[in-house]
């Protein structure tokens, strides 16, 4: 196998790929980036054998062929060297020689054969989106997925698409976040819903590597599998399997309290009286509503913080304490300039949602420190 490349061209593409690679992997030959050139176009897949990118350039080939390389010591190579054209030569299927100007390098290979064989999605529902709104619907919720692997079906976001609507839900337990786009959804016929469990760390790695631009992307959803195809870049991801938590549940329909504020003033008391809760047992923020005021406040040891921001109150008062991670990170997530809240009591759930509309709603519980 010999090609030839813009060097930023293969470095865009290594960046990409190698983001699917495991620290820990299955085996040796997935620590590797399987390189395929035939005609003018050159394929650079990683795996970690659940998660798979591919990326697709031009590229000038003089022998077509598969190499199997390094993969992030192969991208560390080519971070390192000047701009221009990079040939990689590989014939004795031993190692492959890396040439940029005036630098030469070689890497060892491994076996193309070895590397396991990814078979693209070819049916299923399929679902275009923009990709900017998809990357900040993940962004928005992305926060609430679980880390904790003890209920896996948590560790991942659920995608429900109909013909009006797609929203993204994640929820960890101590809170949810929903985050809704409507706009006209083309799906086959009959078909009235497409859902998907889609892994967190998919997610992630989405939002990193999505353009931030109006082009489309296009998923493509199976039982068991999700395509998601966008420009020159192709990722495959095994979806969680089991039945997500029926959220609808949850939201409460009804609240006796509720609470406006300016987001920004709310979320800078929040993040000094944090310094002070992050020296305490429990991290803990107490929010106090009265119909003028919000009185935010924490304490430890080394001493205590209050802070008063203005805030207009319909309903009852309310006394409610909240980790302060969680509320922060809620908080930090709300697109307005106003942040709306509702309440029940001082140990029911608190929500976020707009003043006007329905695009997003969140879901913090609160810690019961109060009688």
């Known amino acids: 196998m010999i090609l030839s490349m813009n060097s930023q061209d293969l470095l865009e593409g290594l960046n990409t790929v190698t983001r699917a690679l495991s620290p820990r992997p299955a085996k040796q030959i997935l620590e590797g980036v399987l390189i395929s050139a035939e005609e003018n ?21 003089q022998e077509e062929g598969q190499t199997v390389l390094p993969g992030r010591i192969f991208a560390e190579m080519i971070r390192k060297m000047p701009e221009g054209m990079v040939t990689i030569t590989e014939q004795d299927h031993r190692s492959a020689t890396i040439r940029c100007m005036k630098n030469r390098s070689s890497l060892a290979v491994m076996n193309p054969a070895e590397y396991p064989e990814i078979n693209p999605l070819k049916t299923g529902a399929t679902v275009k989106i923009q990709q900017n709104k998809l990357k900040d619907m993940i962004s928005h919720v992305a926060f609430a997925v679980a880390t ?111 609470a406006l504020a300016d987001k920004t003033s709310v979320q800078d008391a929040i993040e000094r009286a944090s310094l002070m809760a992050r020296e305490g047992k429990n991290n803990l923020i107490k929010m106090s509503f009265r119909e003028d005021t919000l009185k935010i406040s924490s304490n430890a040891e080394l001493g205590d913080v209050e802070e008063e921001t203005e805030a207009s109150l319909n ?34 759930p608190c929500v976020v949602v707009p003043q006007s509309g329905d695009d997003y709603l969140y879901l913090i519980l609160p810690v019961r420190v109060f009688q």
Do not use: H, W
């Open 41 to 61: 176009r050159v394929l650079m897949t990683c795996s970690d054998g659940s998660l798979t990118i591919e990326y697709t350039n031009t590229a000038s080939v």
């Open 315 to 348: 309903g009852d008062p309310v006394d409610i304490a909240f980790n302060a991670r969680y509320i922060t990170d809620v908080i930090r997530n709300v697109p307005d300039e106003k942040l709306f809240m509702k309440f029940n009591s001082s140990v029911s």
């Open 148 to 258: 904790d692997e003890s209920r896996q079906i948590l560790t991942g976001s659920l995608l429900e698409v109909n013909r009006s609507e797609a929203r993204l839900v994640a929820l960890d337990g101590f809170r949810l976040a929903m985050y809704k786009l409507f706009q006209p959804f083309e799906l086959a016929d009959g078909l009235e819903i497409v859902k998907a469990v889609i892994p967190g760390k998919v997610l992630n790695e989405l939002t990193r590597i999505l353009p931030d631009d109006e082009a489309f992307c296009s998923l493509l959803i199976d039982k068991g599998r999700m395509q998601c195809v966008f420009g020159n870049i192709r990722l495959t991801s095994v979806l969680l399997a089991g039945e997500y938590i029926d959220y609808r549940r949850i939201l409460p329909s009804e609240f006796r309290t509720e």
